[in-house]
T-cell receptor, first 109, second 116 residues
Framework: GESVGLHLPTLSVQEGDNSIINCAYS??????FIWYKQESGKGPQFIID?????DKRQGQRVTVLLNKTVKHLSLQIAATQPGDSAVYFC????????FGAGTRLTVKP | NAGVTQTPKFQVLKTGQSMTLQCAQD?????MSWYRQDPGMGLRLIHY???????DQGEVPNGYNVSRSTTEDFPLRLLSAAPSQTSVYFC???????????????FGPGTRLLVL
């Protein structure tokens, strides 16, 4: 999960395994959510989004799950590859856009 | 398309100096914004613009000014740099026309600023 502080949560997975990255959001009225990927020294890059009227959305190798009951968002990456190593963070939108601090994913070859 | 470009990539300033961080996009996006990213924290919105000639404050606007004279450019000015402004700054743009946009934001590569 994500937290505010100097140290990001980390997740280390073996190449080929599936990864699950979690995010707890704060505003129960948020109606749109985005997952971003940020590689070292680069700007954030859009991965996938989901609206509050959905509980699951799939992209290429990625799936986002939304549980509004507990205000929880997750990003699942199938068959994780070394190129997936990055910081992943979620954003919630309800009027304003708020970003989580992120989780650092490391993929071991 | 070059997307969103930012200059400089790195900058070191002394306390009290002023400088302008440049941001440009070639996607004809109406919405542009500036964020700062600090260690272990999420992106925080400094200022944003919903179109040429229109700017507004975000979450952490103090110490920063912006202007939007053209659709393409959205410079961020530090009037008198302070060590608390040491951060990585990202510019972003989207085709949304409102602050509560839901279109994809495209981010620039960032400017790393160190204020001594």
């Amino acid at each position: 999960g994500e937290s505010v502080g100097l140290h990001l949560p980390t997740l280390s997975v073996q190449e080929g395994d599936n990864s699950i990255i979690n995010c707890a959001y704060s505003n129960s009225a948020s109606d749109y959510f985005i997952w971003y990927k940020q590689e070292s020294g680069k700007g954030p890059q859009f991965i996938i989004d989901i609206r509050s009227n959905m509980d699951k959305r799939q992209g290429q190798r990625v799936t986002v799950l939304l549980n509004k009951t507990v205000k929880h968002l997750s990003l699942q990456i199938a068959a994780t590859q070394p190129g997936d190593s990055a910081v992943y963070f979620c954003a919630e939108i309800q009027g304003d856009m708020r970003f989580g601090a992120g989780t650092r994913l490391t993929v071991k070859p | 398309n070059a997307g969103v470009t930012q200059t400089p990539k790195f900058q070191v300033l002394k306390t009290g100096q002023s400088m302008t961080l440049q941001c440009a996009q070639d996607m004809n996006h109406e919405y542009m914004s500036w964020y700062r990213q600090d260690p272990g924290m999420g992106l925080r919105l400094i200022h944003y613009s919903v179109g040429a000639g229109i700017t507004d404050q975000g979450e952490v606007p103090n110490g920063y000014n912006v202007s939007r004279s053209t659709t393409e450019d959205f410079p961020l000015r530090l009037l008198s740099a302070a060590p608390s402004q040491t951060s990585v700054y990202f510019c972003a743009s989207s085709s949304g026309t409102q602050h509560n946009y839901q279109e994809t934001q495209y981010f620039g590569p960032g400017t790393r600023l160190l204020v001594l």
